[in-house]
């Protein structure tokens, strides 16, 4: 079993739509990162958290440390969200080293 | 001008051949990564660095091998490749154990 899960690993959605895209892990850490992939291959930074909320335009990223869980929401969906969204999560015993998701892959219809 | 290149972008190549992927960063960042993505696997760590002379092998560091030729400048080999080492490779940086700058990918494909 992977040490982090994400689900679901593809979603479809009409723009405007509220998306919520899951992630579990098994292990202590110190910190969850979400991550967003362009269809062109490029990976920039969303959030990095470890406890509670964090919001930023329409994504808003959430943790609950004692279920080891998190959600990214993005609200009023827009087709230019289509991207996939890859959760990491930097463990507590390996602190130096962040342990990726396999990613969900969104894409945002018109 | 992106703070973290990476060189060549894609590349084709032939078992038993050797590569060096290289990655320059204008960040200033100490610490500096390479990954690899294969698809329905998430990214898993090679080799990463803390400083010019700090190396460390990562999850799946066989076959590979790194420099760090300066600050700025990270290079990973492929010492003979073989066809399972074919991907979607990306460097990053960071200043501390927070968030990690990506660059662009190299997409490299062993024949």
């Known amino acids: 079993k992977n040490e982090v899960e994400q689900s679901p690993q593809n979603l479809t959605a009409q723009e405007g739509e509220f998306i919520t895209i899951n992630c579990s892990y098994s292990v202590g850490i110190s910190a969850l990162h979400w991550l967003q992939q362009h269809p062109g291959g490029g990976i920039v930074s969303l959030f990095m958290?470890?406890?509670g909320k964090k919001k930023h335009g329409r994504l808003i990223a959430t943790i609950n440390i004692q279920e080891k869980h998190s959600s990214l929401h993005i609200t009023a969906s827009h087709p230019r969200d289509s991207a996939v969204y890859i959760c990491a999560v930097r463990s507590r015993e390996g602190a130096q080293k962040l342990v990726f998701g396999q990613g969900t892959r969104l894409t945002i219809n018109p | 001008d992106a703070d973290v290149t990476q060189t060549p972008r894609n590349r084709i190549t032939k078992t038993g051949k050797r590569i060096m992927l290289e990655c320059s960063q204008t960040k200033g960042h100490d610490r500096m990564y390479w990954y690899r993505q294969d698809p329905g696997l998430g990214l898993r760590l090679i080799y990463y660095s803390f400083d010019v002379k700090d190396i460390n092998k990562g999850e799946i560091s066989d076959g590979y091998s790194v420099s760090r030729q300066a600050q700025a400048k990270f290079s990973l080999s492929l010492e003979s490749a073989i066809p399972n080492q074919t991907a979607l490779y990306f460097c990053?940086?960071?200043?501390?154990?927070?968030?990690?700058?990506f660059g662009p990918g190299t997409r490299l494909l062993v024949l």
């Open positions: 958290l470890s406890s």
């Open positions: 990053a940086t960071s200043r501390t154990e927070e968030t990690q700058y």
